[in-house]
Antibody
Framework: QLQLQESGPGLVKPSETLSLTCTVS??????????WGWIRQPPGKGLEWIGS???????YYNPSLKSRVTISVDTSKNQFSLKLSSVTAADTAVYYC????????????WGQGTLVTVSS | QSVLTQPPSASGTPGQRVTISCSGS????????VNWYQQLPGTAPKLLIY???QRPSGVPDRFSGSKSGTSASLAISGLQSEDEADYYC????????????FGGGTKLTVL
């Protein structure tokens, strides 16, 4: 059974860079034809897609976040990562990683989510 | 404002049928498939419907999806108390090099 697990600091200072990693177990990132992505949800609000990556390194990003986002993949560790620069309080959210389906949408495998708070 | 438009709330009594709409445009729903997700409080979203009207294994057939033009709908029949949750639609958007767009979510209350 495929499992995804987010990890990283739960507190980030304003103007700094938020860094999270998603570790995939029960399957290989590079053995399947799927994109792997990040989605976030501010407290009490809806879902916002951040971006996705293929094991080859090909990426898609949310246009509204593109200037601050970098998603990378490490196939040797079966992980993919998110970096969001110049964070503000508006970036406080639960961050989820998920495997995307063949239609490029988040599919049936999600991490449990990790809360990242931006505060000094 | 979300790219896809959903009603913020919906409600029904046990046993009823409720529908939740998701309105988009030609660059997203009009030309790509729609997924629906159910999110119970404090948990990660769960895939409910994929490719407009397909149910993953384990999802009851009380849940169904449809799409017409630039709109999609999620229907829940035989409403149960455990269906009380937030529901989100999502689609790929072909504009600006491509991205995933979500609806703002609909809070379903079982009265």
């Amino acid at each position: 059974q495929l499992q995804l697990q987010e990890s990283g600091p739960g507190l980030v200072k304003p103007s700094e860079t938020l860094s999270l990693t998603c570790t995939v177990s029960g399957g290989s990132i590079s053995s399947s034809s799927y994109y792997w992505g990040w989605i976030r949800q501010p407290p009490g609000k809806g879902l916002e897609w951040i971006g996705s990556i293929y094991y080859s390194g090909s990426t898609y990003y949310n246009p509204s976040l593109k200037s601050r986002v970098t998603i990378s993949v490490d196939t040797s560790k079966n992980q993919f990562s998110l970096k969001l620069s110049s964070v503000t309080a508006a970036d406080t959210a639960v961050y989820y990683c998920a495997r995307h389906d063949e239609w490029e949408l988040p599919g049936d495998y999600w991490g449990q989510g990790t809360l990242v708070t931006v505060s000094s | 404002q979300s790219v896809l438009t959903q009603p913020p709330s919906a409600s029904g009594t046990p046993g009823q049928r409720v529908t939740i709409s998701c309105s988009g445009s030609s660059s997203n729903i009009g030309s790509n498939t729609v997924n629906w997700y159910q999110q119970l409080p404090g948990t990660a979203p769960k895939l409910l419907i994929y490719s407009n009207n397909q149910r993953p294994s384990g999802v009851p057939d009380r849940f169904s999806g449809s799409k017409s033009g630039t709109s999609a709908s999620l229907a829940i029949s035989g409403l149960q108390s455990e269906d009380e949750a937030d529901y989100y639609c999502a689609a790929w958007d072909d504009s600006l090099n491509g991205s995933v767009v979500f609806g703002g979510g609909t809070k379903l209350t079982v009265l």
